[in-house]
Every structure is written in C-alpha cells, then in structure tokens.
Nanobody, 125 residues
C-alpha cells in the first residue's frame, strides 16, 4: 500500500494544523496506521497511531492532550489534528502503516512496512 501525507506547513506557536494520510487502496481492519516525526539531528519518534478496525488509539506523552488521530475508512484516510503547537513540534511528519502489528509495537518505527513521503511542520515562536 502506498501512503501520501499532506497538510504540513508553517504555523505560529499555539496554532493548529491537520495532517492527512491517504492510502492507495482500502486496507483490512487489521491495519494500524501511525504518525511519526523526525527533527533534524534526531531519531524518528512515535507520535500517534490508530487501528483501522476498532478505532483504538495511542499517543506519545509529548503530544497527548494536544494531538488527535482519527480515521475515515471510507476515504482510506487517517488524520492527525495538531493543536497548541509548540516550536519543539517542528519536524518532518511521516505516516506509516502495517497489517501485522501488535499493540505493544505501535511506537516502533522499525515495525512498520509502509511509509509515506513526509510533510514538514514548522512552528515558530
């Protein structure tokens, strides 16, 4: 499955953005779709993920309460609503998907087989 991420851009601190990730085809309910981010000089880190079946979600502590992941299975799309953005949220954001993940592996980027191209989010103070 191919993934296309979009929605990034510049924003001032305190602002909001919504990222979208469209899958090239309908995926089974077993699929998990996640968002990761990578800032310059840093490792790729987990942001959020959701199962496409039951809608179970998970978040990193750094974004919990500010970011919301959601899905529209009819559109093969997962969204990341980002509120109260801070300069430390600046990074390239990637969406990822995998059909075999167990819950405890959601935060591990090496466990995802499919990746989108990334979209830049820049938060200015």
């Amino acid at each position: 499955v191919q993934l296309q991420a979009s929605g990034g851009g510049p924003v001032q601190a305190g602002g909001s953005l919504r990222l979208s990730c469209v899958a090239s085809r309908r995926t089974s309910g077993r699929f998990v779709m996640g968002w990761f981010r990578q800032a310059p000089g840093k490792e790729r880190e987990f942001v959020a993920a959701t199962s496409l079946s039951g809608g179970t979600t998970g978040y990193s502590d750094s974004v919990k309460g500010r970011f919301t992941i959601s899905r529209d299975t009819a559109k093969n799309t997962v969204y990341l609503q980002m509120n109260s953005l801070q300069p430390e949220d600046t990074a390239v954001y990637y969406c990822a998907a995998d059909g075999t993940l167990i819950r405890s592996s959601w935060s591990l980027p090496t466990q995802y087989d499919h990746w989108g191209q990334g979209t830049q989010v820049t938060v200015s103070s």
